[in-house]
């Protein structure tokens, strides 16, 4: 009976770690679309108050964009590893 019981005590710990797995998965694309939607709008609101600065002003956001997108992509896939390893 003591091996059943930590048989299914070892199942309730993997259940629980794919499910906070799933969950930062999630977490990381909902706030990486969060930041890339703030750095957008501030974009968008700066070259509106100073439109000869645009080309300076677009290619920072598309350097930060890819940062985000680079750490969001790497906490996915770290979340996915733990997932299925």
Not at 12 to 23: E, H, P, V
Request: proline letters at 1%.
């Amino acid at each position: 009976m003591l091996t059943l019981g930590t048989i299914l005590l070892a199942i309730d710990g993997i259940a629980l770690a794919k499910a906070a797995a799933g969950f930062g998965a999630a977490l990381a694309a909902f706030a990486a679309a969060m930041g890339i939607s703030k750095i957008g709008t501030a974009a968008m609101e700066s070259i509106a108050r100073q439109p000869e600065a645009a080309g300076d002003i677009r290619s920072n956001l598309i350097v930060a964009a890819a940062l985000i997108e680079g750490v969001a992509f790497f906490a996915i896939v770290v979340c996915f590893l733990i997932l299925f390893v």
